[in-house]
């Protein structure tokens, strides 16, 4: 039994063993995405007194204006795994292309590559709302000691050995889960230590919360907008309650505390939605999985797609089990 307030080094250390594959190359991992987490955390907190606030100035693979922390964050998770010689391969929202990483003897023998969402919910930067980091890991596909390949980002999210999110609020939590539960560790900023706060953390099977930015009604499929007037018809436990942060970790976290549904359909405006397969969805699939919560399209499970391109968005319904089995029936006529 794992008790609270064990540090996360301490945390990482005692679950390596429970690990199929323990040779310490998970856990050494684990722990440079938490040094990468505390570094973008300590410039998140300076947002305004410091130039990161605003454009880059460049528009990535996204189409998107980059954001001065959006750069940061990823150079910081970027160089902090580079220098640590302790994967094969990245893959990043703000990269146009995968990277792949050959240790000094130019045979990598590293068996994980890491795909991340360096900065998540963006668009809150600049208003102080709370703001994101997410990633994913999986083992390699390719023979160890050979350069990664397309093939090796394009796996099932299922096939993920881990997954995780920081979000940087009012206070900053990691969140991950290896495939054996999901548990949260709070930041003591005057120690810059993580300490377990919130163990084996379960989504409620339902909830009276729904995110969604309802400004796209107009652009919904009739399902969707079945949906939310289903959640605001006086009726039973409804009205719910709408919650929208904007930032697809705030939102989430929120949920799985409280008990809520978070979607970002497709719409007319967008064909497949916004968010990222591989570098949203499929972790926060993951965790939710295994908070006992559910993550679909509307149709299939998240964590069963195929993904076929690097920067493919997908729709995603996700939160407690009950509510977005419920969506589904709205998305699926019945
Ligand atoms: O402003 P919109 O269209 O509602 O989109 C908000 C969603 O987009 C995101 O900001 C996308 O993530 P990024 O900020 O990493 O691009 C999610 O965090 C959030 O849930
Ligand atoms: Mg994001
Ligand atoms: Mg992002």
Known sequence: MIKK?????????????????????LSKLINAIRLAAKVVNHEV???????????AGDINIQG???????VLANDKFIQTLKNREIV????????????????????????????????DGSSNIDVNVSVGTIFSIYRRVTPLGTTVTLEDFLQPGREQIAAGYIV????????????????????NPALGTFYL????????????????????YVHFPQGVKDYIKYCQKEEGDRPYTSRYIGSLVSD????????GIYLYPKSSVAAEGKLRLLYECNPMAFIAEQAKGKASDGFRAILDIKPTELHQRIPFFCGSRKMVEKAEEFMQGK
């Open 5 to 25: 307030n064990t540090t996360l080094g301490e945390f990482i250390i005692e679950n390596q063993s429970s690990f199929q594959y323990s040779s310490g190359e």
């Open 64 to 70: 998107e204006d980059q954001q001065k922390l959006d």
């Open 88 to 119: 094969c391969g990245i893959a990043s929202e703000e990269e146009d292309d995968f990277i792949s990483i050959n240790s000094s003897d130019n045979k990598n023998q590293n068996k994980y590559i890491v795909l991340i969402d360096p900065l």
């Open 45 to 55: 907190n300076k947002a305004g007194l410091i130039d990161i606030i605003g454009n």
């Open 252 to 259: 989430f976290h929120r949920n799985m505390i409280k008990g």
């Open 197 to 216: 706060s919130h163990p084996n953390m379960e989504f409620p099977e339902s909830g009276m919360i729904y995110s969604i930015n309802e400004g796209n």
């Open 168 to 187: 940087y609020g009012t206070s900053t939590m990691l969140v991950y889960t290896t495939g054996d539960g999901v548990n949260g560790f709070t930041l």
